[in-house]
């Protein structure tokens, strides 16, 4: 599937450099919010989050040449993962905490648990406890925080979580259950406090 | 197998990570185990909180912006040979699609400024409380919502169980005539489709890429579609081609 195709509409004379970054694009920027969501999920400042998001483009763009998969997604959130390491080594001042700001302490929070049928009524009824989850997930340690945000909101598969984080897939399946039962807790304990 | 072992193995089954005959094993514990059994109730349903759309982020349309003119282009603005190499590089595209996407851009510079106003439509939807006039999963509400509202009778289908699960409805505008806006999800991308009466003759269907939005448009007995999502190629063709299945079985 390697640029099939090219050549039959390419004949200018800068068809390789352009072709590869026409290709980068068609590739690339579809993932945008999902990159995006999981430098979120990664770094407590929507500005830094965005910073990444950009400088993440910029790196796989220099490094296309060197992506030989079949899946670009794992490959530019692995990018993304290793650019928002710096960032938080260079600020030294990472906490995690919701990115839009603290939850609105007037916000409804309901069992989670009710059955989730995920219809559009079910959705407006959780806002609020959506809210409260996003909270939840910012306090987890980055490790779990990861490994839940890249299953369960980016939809990967474990194979793809590994890669991403560089971990056995068996490492990815421990940090999945110890994230989701953390966030199980903290759920029960948010609701017990009200 | 004890409750130990069904325990680390939850998360993978959950996750359809399981093979057929482990998957199997969890589960004829689970039917017998009271305890196990509302732990696998509980992380399902947190795995459905979780898939919420509002868990996730919509990249700013400024650093959309700012990605877009970094990468290298040969044009500022989006040219017709730009549209043909989205086209040639779409995932699982073939090339007859391909080349009959061609010959519908080819014919018309209006065919590029539908696209542009397509994906913008997209975008403006995606802002808060844009999504949707009716907000229903019920196409017995979202059909009629329409009626009186716009001059045509778009097709409304339930496609939840091929796993597109609908939304809602509004009004939107494309190419200056008034469209109705059918709104899917699946997973957390959302897909409008929008409808639009068309006098025009039979259009083949064609896939393009733009501004890192997928559109597919086709055309069904007088009426144009398209459908738009930041949905992978692959994805989104398999929504046109479900939806376009269930509108000629007629449900």
């Given at each position: 599937?390697?640029?099939?195709?090219?050549?039959?509409?390419?004949?200018?004379?800068?068809?390789?450099?352009?072709?590869?970054?026409?290709?980068?694009?068609?590739?690339?920027?579809?993932?945008?919010?999902?990159?995006?969501?999981?430098?979120?999920?990664?770094?407590?400042?929507?500005?830094?989050?965005?910073?990444?998001?950009?400088?993440?483009?910029?790196?796989?763009?220099?490094?296309?040449?060197?992506?030989?998969?079949?899946?670009?997604?794992?490959?530019?959130?692995?990018?993304?993962?290793?650019?928002?390491?710096?960032?938080?080594?260079?600020?030294?001042?990472?906490?995690?905490?919701?990115?839009?700001?603290?939850?609105?302490?007037?916000?409804?929070?309901?069992?989670?648990w009710s059955e989730a049928s995920e219809t559009p009524e079910d959705i407006l009824i959780r806002r609020g406890n959506e809210k409260a989850l996003r909270q939840l997930i910012g306090n987890l340690p980055p490790q779990f925080r990861e490994a839940v945000v890249l299953r369960d909101i980016n939809g990967l598969s474990y194979r793809e979580i590994a890669q991403i984080v560089d971990a056995p897939i068996g490492t990815v399946m421990s940090r999945l259950a110890?994230?989701?039962?953390?966030?199980?807790?903290?759920?029960?304990?948010?609701?017990?406090?009200? | 197998?004890?409750?130990?072992?069904?325990?680390?193995?939850?998360?993978?089954?959950?996750?359809?990570?399981?093979?057929?005959?482990?998957?199997?094993?969890?589960?004829?514990?689970?039917?017998?185990?009271?305890?196990?059994?509302?732990?696998?109730?509980?992380?399902?349903?947190?795995?459905?909180?979780?898939?919420?759309?509002?868990?996730?982020?919509?990249?700013?349309?400024?650093?959309?912006?700012?990605?877009?003119?970094?990468?290298?282009?040969?044009?500022?603005?989006?040219?017709?040979?730009?549209?043909?190499?989205?086209?040639?590089?779409?995932?699982?595209?073939?090339?007859?699609?391909?080349?009959?996407?061609?010959?519908?851009?080819?014919?018309?510079?209006?065919?590029?400024?539908?696209?542009?106003?397509?994906?913008?439509?997209?975008?403006?939807?995606?802002?808060?409380?844009?999504?949707?006039?009716?907000?229903?999963?019920?196409?017995?509400?979202?059909?009629?919502?329409?009626?009186?509202?716009?001059?045509?009778?778009?097709?409304?289908?339930?496609?939840?169980?091929?796993?597109?699960?609908?939304?809602?409805?509004?009004?939107?505008?494309?190419?200056?005539?008034?469209?109705?806006?059918?709104?899917?999800?699946?997973?957390?991308?959302?897909?409008?489709?929008?409808?639009?009466?068309?006098?025009?003759?039979?259009?083949?269907?064609?896939?393009?890429?733009?501004?890192?939005?997928?559109?597919?448009?086709?055309?069904?007995?007088?009426?144009?579609?398209?459908?738009?999502?930041?949905?992978?190629?692959?994805?989104?063709?398999?929504?046109?081609?479900?939806?376009?299945?269930?509108?000629?079985?007629?449900?």
């Amino acid at each position: 599937m390697r640029r099939a195709g090219r050549g039959t509409i390419e004949n200018g004379p800068a068809a390789g450099d352009e072709s590869s970054a026409a290709r980068f694009r068609a590739l690339a920027l579809p993932h945008l919010d999902d990159v995006y969501t999981f430098a979120c999920y990664l770094l407590p400042r929507k500005a830094d989050a965005e910073d990444a998001v950009q400088e993440c483009y910029l790196r796989a763009l220099r490094y296309f040449d060197s992506f030989s998969g079949t899946e670009i997604r794992p490959w530019l959130l692995a990018i993304l993962r290793n650019v928002c390491r710096s960032l938080k080594s260079a600020s030294r001042s990472f906490v995690s905490s919701e990115p839009e700001g603290a939850i609105d302490a007037a916000a409804e929070i309901g069992p989670l648990w009710s059955e989730a049928s995920e219809t559009p009524e079910d959705i407006l009824i959780r806002r609020g406890n959506e809210k409260a989850l996003r909270q939840l997930i910012g306090n987890l340690p980055p490790q779990f925080r990861e490994a839940v945000v890249l299953r369960d909101i980016n939809g990967l598969s474990y194979r793809e979580i590994a890669q991403i984080v560089d971990a056995p897939i068996g490492t990815v399946m421990s940090r999945l259950a110890r994230a989701r039962n953390m966030l199980r807790d903290a759920w029960l304990t948010k609701e017990g406090e009200r | 197998m004890n409750c130990e072992e069904a325990k680390d193995l939850i998360h993978p089954l959950i996750d359809g990570e399981l093979d057929a005959s482990h998957a199997g094993k969890v589960e004829a514990h689970i039917a017998q185990c009271a305890g196990c059994t509302s732990e696998l109730a509980a992380f399902r349903s947190l795995q459905a909180g979780m898939a919420a759309p509002s868990l996730r982020y919509r990249a700013p349309g400024s650093l959309r912006q700012k990605i877009e003119r970094a990468l290298p282009r040969p044009a500022a603005r989006a040219s017709r040979r730009d549209l043909l190499r989205g086209f040639l590089s779409g995932a699982g595209l073939s090339a007859v699609a391909a080349s009959a996407a061609f010959v519908m851009l080819a014919g018309s510079d209006a065919g590029q400024a539908i696209l542009g106003e397509v994906v913008s439509a997209h975008i403006r939807s995606l802002e808060p409380d844009h999504l949707t006039d009716v907000l229903s999963s019920d196409r017995h509400t979202v059909k009629p919502w329409f009626n009186g509202r716009i001059d045509t009778a778009p097709p409304v289908i339930d496609l939840a169980a091929q796993g597109f699960t609908l939304i809602g409805g509004r009004l939107d505008a494309i190419g200056g005539k008034t469209a109705a806006a059918i709104v899917y999800r699946r997973r957390a991308h959302i897909i409008n489709l929008f409808v639009v009466a068309a006098p025009a003759k039979q259009r083949p269907p064609a896939m393009a890429t733009l501004q890192g939005f997928n559109i597919r448009h086709w055309s069904h007995q007088g009426l144009s579609l398209w459908a738009v999502s930041d949905m992978n190629a692959a994805e989104l063709q398999e929504f046109a081609e479900k939806f376009e299945a269930a509108l000629r079985m007629g449900t």
